[in-house]
């Protein structure tokens, strides 16, 4: 992303005209919820809790100036009037059809929105089951040609922008976890990833198919699974030639929401970590997909990586060296989407003495992950409007797994990646950056005194 390029303040284009949310998953308990709650929200029927775009304010200049607008306010973000979804998923079901069956929001919240939930039908789904082996839904797009899924796909997005009016779209994945991928040579490069696509190459899974009909639409994408996606070489290329942000990866929700927010304390209070045991049941579509080794290796993978990356054992051996770090998540399915997540943390602090942190965290995966699609789809047409492309680290704030440029490595920290998102916005509308320092304030009076 060349700075150069970027638009900064008034000359970012104003988010005028609607704009649309492509959702590959649409049908599923996450998606439903986040978009009946946009619904109950344009109809003040709720309120937008968990989302920094709606509720968050943003400190400007010096403490004593009091100046903290919404964010909405000071950035120029599309207004949720504006908003337009569609999308594809496996079955056929309506989104009130789909949202009944997901069980997440009672009938006080969805009666009030079933004649618009019932007007958004699912396009058919790309799907292949050796990426998703527990899903076996039928309405899908028929063959095996994988750039004729593509081009199917294009034409899905082209129909529904001019159904609908849409002059913009950002697209958002909300489908399954696909099984364990690493980085291969069909990867590596555009042209590599487009002959694989050619040649009907099987290491090819849907999400990739979705994140190249998007992007050769002019369409910003978004991975909200663990996916390998638009994590490869090939797909940042593809962005930046487009000029389009990409980010991603694995929504940021329950568990490991909490090890960001812990695991930074620890380690700012330098007390040391001999193991971290998670565990997690929950009965949803995300769960019996989970149920598959190679789906939970997905996940596993990205729920491990935060202790590493926060806690830095390379500087602080004596404290989390050789720490030992579990993660296991159990289908249930009486408990539905209510997920709920054990932590057993053992810690040692002065003079080596053991102690015990227990987190029991019963949470509503889907009640949590709402809002950050709705935050990631204004921040990333936001992106587009102003110039930015390819990896977009500054929403690193949203992700399990981060994405971050080669040779560098991905923040996990809760705190700083909130002060990364937040240091992004002030500097393209043309503020000062806070650091925190502080001392200025001081030095000056002492000064004044002298």
Known sequence: ????????????????????????????????????????????????????TQLGTIRLGKRFERRSPKIKDFVPLASLDDLVFGGWDLYEAN????????????????????????????MKAVFDRRFVRNLDGKYIKEGENLRAHVDALKDDIRRFKAENGVE?????????????????EIHQSVDAL???IGANDPRIPPSMLYAVAALESDI??????????????????????????????????????MKTILAPGLKTRMLGLEGWYSTNILGNRDGLVLDDKDSFKTKEESKLSVLEHILQPHLYPSLYKNYYHKVTINYYPPRGDNKEGW??????????YPMQIKVDFQCRDSILAAPLILDLVLFMDFARRVGMSGIQEWLS??????????????????????????????????????????????????????
């Open 1 to 52: 992303m060349k700075e150069a390029s970027l638009k900064r303040k008034e000359q970012i284009p104003a988010a005028t005209g609607k704009l649309g949310v492509l959702i590959p998953g649409i049908g599923g308990a996450v998606s439903t919820t986040f978009i009946a709650g946009v619904e109950l929200v344009r109809k003040g029927m709720a309120f937008p809790t968990g989302s920094l």
């Open 95 to 122: 989104g009130y059809e789909a949202a009944m069956f997901a069980r997440v929001l009672n009938r006080e919240h969805l009666d009030p929105v079933k004649e618009f939930l019932s007007g958004i039908v699912p």
């Open 168 to 184: 913009r779209c950002v697209m958002i994945w909300c489908g399954s976890t696909e099984v364990y991928l690493q980085p291969e």
């Open 194 to 196: 487009q002959k694989a």
């Open 220 to 257: 910003p994408f978004i991975n909200g699974a663990p996916n390998l996606t638009v994590d490869i070489p090939a797909m940042i290329e593809l962005a930046s030639r487009k000029n389009l942000p990409i980010a991603g990866k694995d929504f940021k929700t329950g568990q490991t929401l």
């Open 343 to 352: 932590d057993c943390i053992d810690i040692f602090g002065w003079l080596g």
């Open 397 to 450: 704030f949203y992700f399990k797994s981060p994405m971050y440029k080669e040779n560098l490595y991905p923040e996990h920290d809760l705190f700083i990646q909130s002060m990364k998102l937040k240091n992004t916005l002030r500097y393209l509308m043309g503020e000062e950056q806070i650091t925190h320092f502080g001392l200025d304030y001081y030095m000056n009076d002492a000064q004044k005194g002298a």
